[in-house]
Every structure is written in structure tokens, then in C-alpha cells.
DNA sequence: TACATTGCGATCCGT
DNA sequence: TCGCAATGTA
């Protein structure tokens, strides 16, 4: 049948064994997509369940897409109807749903990490603590630790010796009364929120726990503690969960996913089947085997023996640069020597570095060399600031109780409604227990406030009621169009510097198209609907696989992606591992699992580089390889030797004995193997271990203190 | 009282 | 490099 075509034995258990739980324990590139898309297919069309009946929670939206496009693929329209989503999409729904049973009004807005802050900054300075030590987002962090966790103000409060956490519980209990009173929703409320209603509220529980016969969630490591509830609660009748995933990927501890979720799964469902899949389907043999060296290194891992039919294929290559913009040359060359040779196209290629910021020297190497290109993250369309501010207007007109959103708005463009103003309305707002937006009708009373200020509130109140009034029956499309014209933020645009005012118009003009397209594609075209998308796409989503250039991304969002030939930029200590996970062991295995993840990625080639140096925001900073290609076995890889023309400059030197300048590209020479260069350099001082390629193709590594190497002035080649 | 400017500090990963 | 807080100016 061809539900279970070319499927092999293992992933046919995974896809039929419909009766009861499944683990499924699936090794990178064993076609778990594959097998969760065909279990969906196996569920409609041999079993005869219902779509309505499956849940299927994914990584990114941009996978429930994918997947839905390839069970439609399989079985055609029976498909429609299923929910597939992130958890954050699929439990905003429910809450519009059924939020009100827990006194969350429909419309309620999703704050960002920056409308967050602005809260917690009032908050902080409501207690007096606006000065102190403690940063709005650091208070915010230890909250959403708490929230993700399922930790209640009253529990943090009551955790034994820890009177940090007793004041961030008072924090917390006033930002949890915050967020209500503006009928606002932060990321972790979105999952919380319906554990606590299904917690709370049999009926609630009982119909969706009714409803979903077949559960599968996909990447099951990364889920927090209460994904994890949210998912027990949900299966606690027909307790048919698929969960799919790998602890060697986990990746987000950090963000409070925890791994023993997946660890745990036998002990939660002791009637659970577990399957493994072990064949890699995407790697080549060497690929493969550099990588299981690699991650066997951590301690805290499930043994699994990944094994591949492929080719076993080119070597791991490693790439010794000068610098950041060495590096990004390095990239771009060698893109354009294999579309040359090779035969390769623009978009085989990924780039994959460990921050964002690496991003910038790679982009000027690939625009310098006419490379094209795509970056996914970074600065994100809707975190644009005239995007903020368009979508601040519009979340005022669906929840007039986003008082965050309304001061962001009540002076852009300037209406000459300044902080003393705005604080006076905030503080007759809040002893009458009103909103900013009720308060806007009641100007008259406020204490304190001098006439002009008072007029030109009473002219910013008139626009909401006057945009509230135009907006109703209108298209999503003319609504942005009607919001961007009335409230004089396109004039604003236009007393701007040319550059700016054209760009920022343009942005504003792209917001009103994805309206247009949003109203076009979605079911629902509400501007409710519209605002929770735009609040939880990401950017992986917006990522188009096809177009014809190369990506570049963090190795986060790479997870779940393959690529015939991938590059891992910046494989250096403190880059990855990144230098705030040297403290800690388990953080550092997480480092291990991220790079693990990098370098899983490719099919065919990867390339790994490492600068000597780079220049960071304190000027010129020696780097050091990074500790896990030390764990490649050499027979994996291959050390490319940077051309003659990188030179570190010559502030780099090594503390060891005199300021000696060893350089990337230095030539040395050795009693035995005669005339080299240095291509690699790991370690401090004493430690301080060098690379070296000599004559012939002889590779060493050398401990420099002991090495009796001659460093030559003269390049002898 | 609002708005422009300068200077400083922080900068991992991201729903 | 960029965003924001303190400071200066209209």
C-alpha cells in the first residue's frame, strides 16, 4: 500500500502502531518528517479517523506546513480540518476558544519581549525598584523560568532559602495583575494558560481530551515542563501520543526545555512502544561518523548506533582564516568554486554560525563577491519599528485595554504628549482602576493637567474613537491603509530624511500587502487573527527554501533543515561552545548537542572554519579552536592551509615566553619535517598548541613550548 | 514641558 | 554597532 511505501521496517512500526503510545527515538536524517507525515496519512485514510480528531504539534509553523502539504500529498482533502501548529499557535486557539472560562476575553493582545519590558519598567518603578540593580529583563527571565516551569508567585515565594526569588515573586504576582488588567497575554501565558484551565475545568478538559484521539508532537526534547503537562492533560483519555524526537538535539534548556520529558516518556506511558529509528538517510558515512565522534563525547545522552547506506564521500573540511572577513571570503569562494566544479546550486548552500552577529562580516564577504543571499533572523520584519508602531494602533483598536501598546503609540508622530502628561493620565488611570484608553473620556478630571495638555489628549482620544469608528466593516488590508493615513504616521514619515522616510514608507507599504495576503489566505481574516500571527510567526517561517541563494542562519534555526553542503562559521571557544557555558557542564553539553546539530545538517560536504582572530566590539580578540573539532578524528577531516595572504595582524601574539607573533600563515620550519605553516592554533600560553601543515601534506599538531619550531620571517615558499 | 543630542553600556540562542 | 538613558536646549 502506498501509505507504507518505501518506508523501512522500523518506520512502519512507527506509522502503524496506531493502538496505544509510541515513542519514537529518531536519529538525525532518519526520516522522522517522513514518518509523522505518513502516520497522519496511515490515521485518515487506512485507520478512518477523523481529521478532526488529530492533533499535530510541530517545531515551526513553517513545518505544519510542510507537513500538511505532504499528508494532503498522500492521502488528498481528507486531510483538511486537522490542527497542526506550535504549541503556541495551537493553544492561542484554544484560548480564544475557550479563554473565557478563565476570564481571558477573546481578544486579548500577545506581548513580545519588548512590550514586556516596557510592562515590567512600569512595574519595577510602581515598587520603587526602577533604580535598583535588578533590569527589567533580568526579573523577566527568572518569571518566565517560573512560568515555563508551572511556578505560581505563591510557589516561588515559598521556596526555602532563596530571598531573591521572594522578591521576584512579589514582581511577579504584580506583572501577573499587569498583564491581566491590559488583557494581555505573554509567550509562556499562551501555553500555561490552557494547562491551567484543563487543570481547573473538567468540562473544558473533557472536550478536548474527548476530541483528540491521536496526538503526535514532533521534536518532543525541546518541550518545557508545561508542554509537557499541557500534552498529558490532552492524552489522559485515549492516551495515544506519538512523540517523535532525539536528546542528542536538544537544544533549548536554556529556554527551560527539559529533556527528561523525552527520557521520561516510558515511565509516563508504561505501555508506550518505543521505536528507534537508526538508518541515516541524509549523511554521507563520513559525515556521519565525524559527528557520532563528536557527540558520544557527552555524558548525559541515550547510547544509539546511526548507521548509513551512503557513499561514504569527501572528508570534513577545516578551514584555518585570518578573520571574521577571511572567513566570509573563505565561504564565498568556496560557493563559488563548487557551483563552478561541482555543478552546485546557490541554494545547496547554508552558512550557520552560533550568534547573529556573526551574520554581518559573512553578508559583506558575500555582497563584496556578488554571492546571493538570504539571512533568516536577526532584526525580524515585524520588530521593525514603524511595523511596532502600525501594530500598536491596531491592537489598540482590537483590546482597548493595551495600555503598553497605547503609550507606544500616544506620542508617534509627535502629538507633543510628553512623559509628564502621559504619567499624569497613567496615575488618574490607575487610582480609578481604568484603563489609558477609558481614561482618554475622562480628561476633565484628571488633576494637574494644564489645558494645553489636556486638549491635546483630548485630540489623541478623538483619533482612537475616529479610527474605531472607520475600521468596523472594513477589510483587513484598508484598515492598515486607513490607520497609516489617519493617524498622521505616513505624513510623519515624510518630514523624515529622504533614505529613511523611503524605507520606512516602503515597510509600512509591505505591511499593508501581508495584510492583503493574510486576508487572501486565511479562513478567518479578522484582525485578531492577523496580529497573532504576526505576533507568532518566526522567522524560519518567512524562510524560503526555493529561492535561489544562500542561507544564512543561527545553528538554532537550523534544527529540523538538511542541506547538501553546509558551512559552520566561527568554530572557536567561546563562539561554540559559546564563553557563557564554560561554567557549566550541562550547558556545555548542550554547546556540543548545538554543534552536533550544525554539522548534521549537511548531505554531502561541510566545512568547518575558525579565525584566528576577530574583531569584537573591545577591538582585536585572539581566538582558539573550538574543542569539538579537536574531536574529530583526523581520518574524518581534511585541514585546508589558508592562502599566503592572511596574516593576523600584530597585536595577536601568544603570553608565552617573549611576544612571539604566531600568525595563521606562518611559515616555521622543524629539524625533521622540514619547512610548514601554521594553520590552526588552540590554547593559551603554555597550552598554546599549534597546527602546522608541512611540505608533503604531513599535518601536525605541535604543544609550541616543546615543538623546537623555527619561526621563519622570510616565507621560504 | 517637549524634543534633540550626546554618551555610554551592553551585546547568545528566540516563541 | 545600536538602542536607550541622562543631559541640554527651545
Not at 537544544?251 to 516518556?265: M, P, S
Not at 538517510?281 to 544509539?304: F, P
Not at 556545555?588 to 569584537?616: D, N, P, Q
Request: charged share 30%; net charge negative; glycine share 8%.
Amino acid at each position: 500500500m502506498h501509505l507504507l511505501g518505501n518506508l523501512n521496517p522500523r518506520q512502519q512500526e512507527a506509522v502503524t502502531h496506531v493502538s496505544g503510545p509510541v515513542l519514537v527515538l529518531a536519529g538525525a536524517g532518519s526520516g522522522k518528517t517522513r514518518v509523522l507525515a505518513h502516520r497522519i496519512a496511515y490515521l485518515l485514510g487506512a485507520v478512518g479517523v477523523s481529521p478532526y480528531e488529530i492533533l499535530a504539534v510541530t517545531f515551526t509553523n513553517k513545518a505544519a506546513g510542510e507537513m500538511a502539504d505532504r499528508v494532503r500529498a498522500l492521502v488528498g482533502d481528507i486531510a483538511a480540518g486537522i490542527w497542526m501548529g506550535t504549541f503556541h499557535s495551537i493553544c492561542a486557539r484554544i484560548l480564544r476558544i475557550e479563554g473565557r472560562r478563565l476570564g481571558i476575553s477573546p481578544d486579548f493582545t500577545i506581548y513580545d519581549d519588548r512590550d514586556q519590558v516596557l510592562l515590567m519598567k512600569q512595574i519595577l518603578s510602581d515598587l520603587g525598584l526602577a533604580k535598583s540593580r535588578l533590569t527589567p529583563a533580568a526579573a523577566l527571565s527568572r518569571i518566565s523560568w517560573a512560568k515555563s516551569g508551572l511556578v505560581s508567585p505563591e510557589d516561588l515565594a515559598g521556596m526555602v532559602g532563596n530571598p531573591y526569588d521572594r522578591k521576584i515573586a512579589d514582581i511577579y504576582s504584580d506583572y501577573e495583575n499587569a498583564l491581566r488588567a491590559n488583557n494581555a497575554l505573554d509567550f509562556d501565558d499562551l501555553i500555561c494558560m490552557p494547562v491551567r484551565l484543563f487543570k481547573h475545568d473538567q468540562d473544558a478538559l473533557t472536550k478536548f481530551a474527548m476530541r483528540f484521539t491521536h496526538i503526535l508532537i514532533d521534536e518532543y526534547q525541546d518541550t518545557n515542563r508545561a508542554q509537557y503537562e499541557f500534552v498529558r492533560l490532552l492524552s489522559s483519555i485515549h492516551r495515544s501520543v506519538c512523540a517523535v524526537g532525539d536528546d542528542d538535539q536538544s537544544i533549548y534548556r536554556w529556554r527551560g526545555a527539559d529533556v527528561t520529558n523525552l527520557l521520561n516518556f516510558e515511565r509516563d506511558f508504561p505501555e508506550a512502544a518505543v521505536v528507534r529509528l537508526e538508518q541515516c538517510y541524509r549523511s554521507t558515512k563520513t559525515i556521519l561518523a565525524a559527528s557520532q565522534a563528536i557527540i558520544q563525547r557527552n555524558v548525559e545522552r541515550k547510547e544509539k548506533d546511526l548507521w548509513t547506506e551512503n557513499p561514504v564521500g569527501r572528508k570534513v573540511m577545516l578551514s584555518a582564516v585570518r578573520d571574521e572577513r577571511g572567513e566570509g571570503e573563505f565561504v564565498a569562494d568556496m560557493v563559488n568554486k563548487l557551483m563552478e566544479e561541482e555543478g552546485k546550486c546557490l541554494s545547496d548552500f547554508v552558512v550557520l554560525y552560533r550568534t547573529n552577529a556573526q551574520s554581518r562580516p559573512m553578508e559583506d564577504a558575500f555582497r563584496g563577491k556578488g554571492v546571493p543571499y538570504v539571512i533568516v533572523g536577526g532584526i525580524k520584519f515585524y520588530e521593525r519599528k514603524e511595523i511596532k508602531d502600525m501594530i500598536a494602533y491596531l491592537r489598540v483598536l482590537v483590546n482597548t485595554r493595551d495600555s503598553v501598546s497605547l503609550s507606544r503609540i500616544i506620542n508617534v508622530p509627535h502629538r507633543g504628549i510628553g512623559d509628564v502628561t502621559l504619567g499624569r493620565l497613567r496615575e488618574f488611570c490607575t487610582d480609578q482602576g481604568i484603563s489609558l484608553s477609558d481614561g482618554l473620556t475622562r480628561i476633565s478630571e484628571i488633576a494637574g493637567l494644564n489645558a494645553a495638555s489636556g486638549r491635546k489628549l483630548e485630540a489623541f482620544g478623538s483619533l482612537l474613537a475616529k479610527l474605531r469608528r472607520e475600521s468596523a466593516g472594513k477589510s483587513l488590508e484598508n484598515v492598515i491603509k486607513l490607520v497609516a493615513e489617519e493617524s498622521g504616521y505616513l505624513a510623519y514619515l515624510r518630514t523624515l530624511d529622504k533614505v529613511e522616510s523611503i524605507a520606512r514608507t516602503e515597510n509600512i507599504e509591505e505591511m499593508v500587502a501581508g495584510g492583503y495576503e493574510f486576508q487572501e489566505r486565511s479562513d478567518e481574516p479578522t484582525l485578531e487573527k492577523f496580529l497573532e500571527e504576526v505576533s507568532l510567526v518566526m522567522d524560519i517561517d518567512l524562510w524560503d527554501d526555493r529561492r535561489d541563494a544562500v542561507s544564512l542562519m543561527t545553528l538554532h534555526n537550523a534544527k529540523g533543515l538538511e542541506f547538501p553542503v553546509v558551512f559552520i562559521a566561527g568554530a572557536e571557544e567561546g563562539l561554540v561552545p559559546h564563553h557563557t557555558s564554560f561554567e557549566d557542564r550541562a550547558e556545555m553539553e548542550e554547546e556540543r548537542r548545538l554543534f552536533y546539530v550544525g554539522m548534521t545538517r549537511a548531505k554531502e560536504r561541510l566545512f568547518i572554519s575558525t579565525a584566528a582572530g576577530r574583531r569584537g566590539f573591545r577591538g582585536w580578540m585572539p581566538q582558539v579552536v573550538s574543542r569539538f573539532v579537536e574531536d574529530i578524528p583526523e581520518e574524518f577531516m581534511e585541514i585546508l592551509a589558508s592562502s599566503e595572504d592572511r596574516h593576523v595582524p600584530d597585536e595577536t601574539h601568544s603570553d608565552w615566553g617573549e611576544e612571539k607573533v604566531i600568525r595563521i600563515g606562518t611559515p616555521v620550519r622543524h629539524a625533521e619535517w622540514g619547512t610548514g605553516r601554521v594553520v590552526g592554533c588552540e590554547g593559551y600560553g603554555k597550552q598554546l598548541r599549534l597546527t602546522v601543515k608541512f611540505g608533503g601534506g604531513r599535518v601536525k599538531r605541535l604543544l609550541a613550548q616543546y615543538a623546537n619550531l623555527e619561526f621563519l620571517e622570510e616565507d621560504p615558499l
